[in-house]
């Protein structure tokens, strides 16, 4: 950790002393993060090219994603990287949130990782079969899962917090296992269903990391904690830095994701950062209010599931294609206009989301 040296040498030079600051360490995160996806990104480009890690357009999908054919995908792979160099440098990775962030990180970045290879190098159509898939995220979210039920730290680890009834505190017990690999996992997959047109995804995972740095902030900070009466949780805040270095990474991929993308991020990209954002709901005790600032991709989910029952259980479809992103193109919208609408909706779930921390 690049911060603890640098802070240790505050007794020769005072203006170091600032290294210790998370809102300090939070800013460096990010823009570190950013710098090293603007680094890497080309020629990680170039590189996913070279090894033919092109993704496969299907054929039974909008028509004008025909000529997205070349674009390479797995790009993931450079958001974790900067993620985690990042970390390495400015944050303190002995604190187990931040732990429990970069374990998803990366292990669920490995599911992706597989299901992007044996698409694209191995020509298989199916990647990873949806057994293993999901079998893999629950299997890595129910460790996590344990191990935050056991953590002797964290005094409310089995409450969940309700927006607007700031007594209704419900502690779950045993069944908190349960529940955050359900958040989790339903998070992972439904970031994944919601990367299928261009920067959709990581635009709406940038804003979602905007609001989840300023909750683990104030639930990291007694004084605002107690004036906003949010739970605090001792330790909570290093994760804003962890959020600083995830909105640096997401705003420079996008840099290269946006439309006409030059590069999709994969499922090593959309699982990981899915199930980063389902970690950090669950540590930061509040599911529900993310669940609010994850609105489109809890629509994008719910457009599946509707018209996949539909389909099977009366032969029609709810909408003209899902996820819903889909239907709005065959309704005829533009794609970028498609982008660019989800994430005005996303923008404002996330200031309402963050209306709720004083509704109470
Ligand atoms: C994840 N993957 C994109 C890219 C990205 C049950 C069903 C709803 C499942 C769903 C599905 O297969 N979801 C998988 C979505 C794919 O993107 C790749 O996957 C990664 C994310 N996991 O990083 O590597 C395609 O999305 C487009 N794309 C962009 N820009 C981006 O920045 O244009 C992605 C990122 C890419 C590219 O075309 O190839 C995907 O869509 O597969 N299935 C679907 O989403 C399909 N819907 C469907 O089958 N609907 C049926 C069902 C519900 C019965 C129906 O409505 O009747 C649609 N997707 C595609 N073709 N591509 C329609 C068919």
């Not at 985690?84 to 944050?91: E, F, K």
């Not at 597989?114 to 129910?142: C, E, H, M, S, W």
């Not at 609001?211 to 104030?218: D, E, F, Q, S, T």
């Not at 001792?234 to 991929?253: D, N, R, W």
Request: aromatic share 14%.
């Amino acid at each position: 950790m690049l911060y603890e040296l640098l802070y240790s040498l505050y007794v020769y030079f005072t203006p170091f002393n600032v290294f210790r600051y998370i809102t300090f360490r939070t800013a460096l995160a990010a823009l570190t993060a950013m710098l090293i996806t603007f680094i890497i990104a080309p020629r990680v480009i170039k590189w996913l090219k070279k090894i033919s890690m092109i993704q496969q357009i299907r054929d039974d999908g909008p028509q004008t994603h025909m000529n997205k054919a070349g674009t390479p995908t797995m790009g993931g792979i450079i958001i974790i990287i900067a993620i985690t160099v990042s970390m390495l440098m400015w944050g303190n990775i002995t604190n187990l949130y931040v732990l429990s962030v970069l374990f998803s990180l990366i292990c669920f970045g490995l599911i992706g990782f597989i299901d992007d290879y044996l698409k694209a190098v191995k020509k298989n159509p199916k990647g990873l079969k949806a057994r293993y898939k999901f079998g893999g995220q629950v299997f890595f979210a129910t460790i996590l899962s344990i191990f935050l039920y056991m953590n002797p730290q964290d005094p409310f680890n089995t409450v969940l917090s309700i927006p607007f009834f700031k007594k209704w505190l419900v502690d779950l017990g045993m069944f908190y296992v349960p529940f955050a690999v359900f958040v989790i996992v339903g998070s992972s997959n439904a970031v994944n269903l919601t990367d299928g047109i261009d920067g959709l995804a990581i635009g709406l995972v940038a804003i979602a990391t905007i609001v989840n740095g300023a909750l683990v902030y104030l639930s990291g900070h007694v004084v605002f904690a107690n004036y906003l009466q949010v739970l605090y949780i001792p330790g909570i805040g290093e994760l804003t830095v962890f959020c600083g270095a995830m909105l640096g990474a997401s705003l420079g991929f996008l840099w290269y994701n946006a439309y006409p993308a030059q590069v999709f991020m994969g499922d090593v990209g959309s699982l990981s950062l899915g199930g980063c954002l389902g970690t950090l709901a669950v540590v930061t005790k509040h599911e529900i209010v993310l669940a609010v600032v994850g609105g489109i991709f809890v629509l994008e989910t719910l457009s599946v599931v509707l018209q996949v029952l539909s389909f099977k259980l009366t032969g029609k479809r709810v909408f003209k294609m899902a996820p819903i992103h889909h239907h709005f193109e065959l309704k005829g919208w533009a794609e970028p206009k498609v982008i660019v609408r989800f994430w005005i909706i996303g923008i404002i779930l996330a200031l309402f989301s963050l209306a709720t921390l004083k509704l109470r």
